[in-house]
DNA sequence: TGACAAATTAACCTTTTGGTACATTCTGTT
DNA sequence: AACAGAATGTACCAAAAGGTTAATTTGTCA
């Protein structure tokens, strides 16, 4: 329904890169938004410059296109605390930074949450097809180790903090306040989702970390 | 396959409330295990005594189906942290009592965790249709309302305690707990999920909300 | 006991949906 | 310029899936 009453009537150029990342784009969009199962492909490609065609081409199928999306949701999610630089500060405050930010990252990013969401209701079996993605995941652990040794060192941190269980205790606010956000805020009203109320959230969880990990 | 060499060939009972809970047992197992709409009616009933026209008599559809498989889920969840009698304890230690609980009993119902993810991924919708849902969800917010003014009262508790902040803080860490172990536990190994790992997280839980609340 | 409503069964239907076959165009190489 | 292989568009398909129709059985009450 579309153009070119004088152009010619058959022309396009190949572009291998651009197709894939136009289509990872909205599939990241519409998986996201109604989950996997509820996911259309051809709602995908409705979306998309391409064809249906090319989801086959290039991601085998469904499953394979929703672990590529998948894989690039974690690669951001982590590219972005990568960039922390949390050497560069003191131990306690290196981890409120993380944790602030952390907080604020998964908030502007939602659909990342949700696709790991909905992949946990699928039992994670497409991120077992990964291959990348665990090598990312590690990064997160080992600058927490260096950042707990380096507390530890200092006197500021207790000498029994677990590294993983921190990870994990920022994730779970984090996590659960874009996951949960629809539930919650029908039950309970969504004062906890103004901006007033966010920042209120995001400073509980910086003093619940830091009170979790300092040396009485 | 089964029965009635000599038997009457048909024979059947009616037993209306019988099979609307036999279909919703079924219902809330095929759903916490596959999603809304990865769910299947055809397993659903084959996993059933009935047959599939009962689901849409008295269900009406599946959206209708999974509506009343969350009410449930909310109802016994709820219906647990109600029995737990936090009036006859000091405030500091009810407060210590219910985050334990909470934790014991999402990791112990995991399924209704997961109906309330999924229902997340669909933004609410199946929620937003309930009439009961949000009077039972009202109460724990009450409890805890009541809670904050007896510690508030005797001076164990900060003024400005939020009763609504410390359910997200609970609720946060017990979902997160369930809804995200198949990812977290792939990526980062199991140590958190084993017993004593759990235990460990329970005890982080119910010192970092005690933490939060005590008057410094 | 007979009639009427409620409950239940079994077979069937329509649309949706993921996936494919096949033809066509593009592009680098010789 | 011609060939080969990669990339793309179009039309199509078979199966799955939600839902329905129609007929049968069971219970109840006058």
Known sequence: M????GERKSS????????KADILAVATSVFAESGFSGARIDEI??????SKRMIYYYFGDKSGLYAKVLEA??????KGEGQLDLQALPPLDALAKLAAFTFDFHRENPEYIRLITIENIHHGKHLKQSETIPKLN???????????RR????GTFREDVDPLEL???ISAFCVFNI????????LYGDDLFTDAGQERLRARLVSMVLDAVRAS
Request: charged share 30%; glycine share 8%; aromatic share 8%.
């Open 45 to 50: 490609i409705r979306r998309t410059k391409s």
């Open 167 to 169: 990870h994990w205790t």
């Open 151 to 154: 507390g530890i060192g200092e």
């Open 73 to 78: 949701a974690y690669a951001r999610l982590r």
């Open 179 to 186: 996951s949960n956000r629809a539930t919650f805020s029908h």
């Open 2 to 5: 579309k153009r070119n009453e």
């Open 138 to 148: 590690s990064q997160i652990i080992t600058g927490l180790e260096e950042l707990c």
């Open 12 to 19: 396009w150029k190949q572009d291998p890169e651009g197709v």
